[in-house]
């Protein structure tokens, strides 16, 4: 079973070292603007990037949720190509945010729409799987028969 | 294999819709209160929606991992339901405490019930499939004889 | 197939409890201290104990994948025992960082050591896979000859 999720368990572990990274760099901003813990405020930088990281762990779980979903359900290989495009949001929004405020929108809205096209993606293939299930109607496998 | 799980897959995914909305919210209020990213203090009314979603997304890693143990080695219709139940206790918990400190905590007792719920049908289908590869006895096959 | 995974489903279970049991303590600080919810702020132990639980919170979705990937891509019974160990390395954590903040470091190491292993597995575990259906060499099937 594990092996025709390969491609989907890669990108999720990539993005589990994404999130190490981020929490990395927080300490590192630490050390750096002298925030000793259990302090959470301080220098504006270290601020925005102990909000940066905050955001990214907050939305991790959802994105492997949404993740799985789509490539369990739907389609492996655009979902962990979607997975892909989510990390490098995230990243533009990570190091955008540490920036600057405003510099983390452009990272934040894409990483909204590739979640958006997760979750697009998760829902058609329950529905799909749900039909095949209860109506024996199953578009997955119709749809290579009309091309 | 994935056709088999598609209920608990559906709640998981409007779990998923709820956690984002949730954040959505949140960012309402910051702009309604005007506290500007990275600030997260400010307005208590932005301060208590800010603190519930933390806790939603603090809570919601735990939640998926109890719903999915407990619809795999349980019984994925009960732990569907109870999921839907948890999200209802979370819906009540986070509107709650926007509302008043004081009002979160109906929402949040559900909750932990609901939570408890799950960690019992995990529990129990957990040591019932060791006993079924240790000890050939599966008391999930034999109940339908007793009645 | 829920069967052949109970050994990491339980881990995955304890490890979802003692998230719970993280929560509780905080909540237990918070009266012990008075500090009444939304605030966050307040007498140091209390500030250090939500700190450590944040903590814990925010990696335990890189835990749960990580354990998962290494359970399912390598070795199911040396990812529940390395959950375990990470369990353990948490609890030392949480507790250190509740008494003073530097007492939270061996704790915290030792969780990024098992996080590290966990890492490792995984890969190993995922790259085998890919080298198994593209190139039909599967390490994992030839090691046992060798011996």
Redesign the interface.
């Known amino acids: 079973?594990?092996?025709d999720?390969?491609l989907l368990?890669?990108v999720?572990?990539i993005?589990?070292?994404q999130?190490?990274r981020f929490?990395r760099l927080v300490g590192k901003s630490r050390m750096k603007h002298k925030v000793?813990?259990?302090a959470?405020t301080g220098a504006?930088e270290f601020?925005?990037t102990?909000?940066?990281q905050?955001n990214c762990?907050?939305?991790?779980?959802?994105f492997?949720?949404?993740l799985w979903?789509a490539g369990?359900?739907c389609n492996q290989e655009l979902a962990s190509l979607l997975g892909l495009l989510y990390m490098y949001a995230r990243h533009k929004y990570f190091h955008g945010?540490a920036e600057s405020?405003s510099r983390?929108l452009m990272g934040f809205y894409l990483s909204l729409i590739v979640?958006a096209c997760l979750?697009i993606l998760?829902?058609a293939?329950?529905v799909n799987?749900?039909m095949?299930?209860y109506l024996g109607f199953n578009i997955g496998k119709k749809l290579p028969k009309m091309f």
Chains 1, 2, 3 share one sequence.
Request: proline letters at 8%.
């Open positions: 079973m594990a092996g999720l390969a368990a890669a999720s572990l993005s589990a070292l999130q190490g929490a000793l813990p259990p959470v504006p601020e925005r102990f909000r940066a905050q762990a907050e939305f991790y779980p959802t492997q949720t949404l979903i369990l359900f945010y405020a983390r979640l979750a998760g829902a293939g329950i799987s749900f095949d299930e």
